[in-house]
């Protein structure tokens, strides 16, 4: 938290009448910042309908505050009968050589879409269906602009008697040292016709286009203690590091604040007590503070191996998804020394 700045009031990445989340950003082969996103339209609730109708969208920008404009659908609907067909969510961007890596989240069901007429709720048939489909998949492109090549199925799928039974989501890559990639996912387990809380897996492969294996048969950090999701992992001179989000509060001390692990090899991970890496109250450039409604999928972008800005997912509001108005990715740079 200490190398936060002020968050530029014109930053990051709106779109009017759409609900945005889930930034993720890379410099490009052009030299311009890109942002990858999710957006569904508004008439939708903002939760859950984003399970239903999310579409991943690329925007652009001269520098990395932004502001960033849409430019182009990335991964948009493809029909009920592929496995991201109907969703595709969490995007996470990341430079692989000469290659661009677009890790998601994709799902599918098998029902009539949802139309601007229609009322969608948590209940619904097709939101039930839909989360429980819910897969890491990647998709692969020689350049930032595309054409982005979709795997045919997904990369982690659900495991039968583990704790990614019910479903995969929230891709959070890492480049290893000899190349090799790293993946810490989030994951629920069915209990009964249900699922339980949510936890973190990780998983591996030899060459970006896999085949991923999960890594180890129990979650990262015992569900007892934690319950977190959103993270993003790095590589540094020591191990590896990662921030999440605490989803009650009970180790960072604030509820959906962020917390820090680290681990040596990046297979086992340690918490780091009562430590916090960001949190829900955004100090702006023109000296004014807000708690956000919600601050989300936590995404760093490094330049020249420093992280130098802090992407968020936010809303306004009091808290909670159904009592927002607005949605956007923002923006916050970092300081670069201590």
């Known amino acids: 938290m200490d190398r936060m700045l002020p968050a530029p009031l014109n930053g990051g990445f709106r779109m009017e009448d759409w609900w945005v989340w889930c930034g993720s950003a890379v410099r490009g082969e052009d030299g311009r910042f890109h942002l990858f996103a999710s957006r569904w339209p508004k008439w939708l609730p903002m939760h859950p309908g984003w399970l239903l109708r999310s579409e991943i969208v690329r925007a652009s920008a001269d520098n990395a505050e932004g502001p960033y404009t849409y430019q182009e659908t990335v991964l948009p609907a493809r029909g009920a009968e592929y496995w991201d067909g109907r969703s595709t969510h969490n995007p996470h961007i990341l430079r692989y050589g000469d290659k661009y890596l677009l890790y998601y989240m994709g799902s599918t069901h098998p029902f009539a879409e949802p139309q601007p007429n229609e009322t969608v709720e948590f209940d619904d048939y097709r939101v039930i269906a839909a989360r429980a489909n819910k897969r890491v998949g990647l998709a692969i492109a020689d350049s930032v602009f595309g054409p982005w090549i979709r795997m045919d199925a997904p990369i982690l799928p659900t495991r039968p008697g583990r704790f990614d039974s019910f479903l995969t989501s929230n891709p959070a890559p890492c480049i290893r040292e000899d190349g090799s990639l790293l993946l810490v996912y989030k994951a629920r387990k069915y209990e009964g016709n249900s699922y339980g809380q949510m936890t ?117 509001g009091p808290g909670g998804f159904r009592n927002a108005k607005h949605t956007w990715n923002m923006v916050i740079p970092l300081r670069t020394t201590l």
Not at 244 to 269: L, P, Q, Y
Not at 279 to 293: A, C, I
Not at 301 to 312: I, M, N
């Open 200 to 316: 973190l897996g990780i998983a591996g492969s030899s060459k970006d286009e896999g085949p991923y294996r999960v890594i180890n048969n129990a979650p990262l950090f015992p569900p007892e203690r934690s319950h977190i999701e959103d993270p993003f992992i790095w590589r540094t001179t020591d191990g590896y590091q990662m921030i999440a989000k605490d989803m009650d509060g009970r180790i960072c001390g604030e509820k959906h604040g962020g917390i820090f692990a680290s681990s040596t090899d990046g297979t086992d991970w340690q918490l780091a007590d009562s430590t916090q890496s960001y949190s829900r109250r955004v100090l702006w450039e023109d000296g004014t503070e807000q708690w956000m409604g919600s601050f989300e999928r936590p995404f760093l972008l490094f330049q020249e191996g420093v992280p130098t800005h802090l992407f968020a997912a936010v809303a306004d």
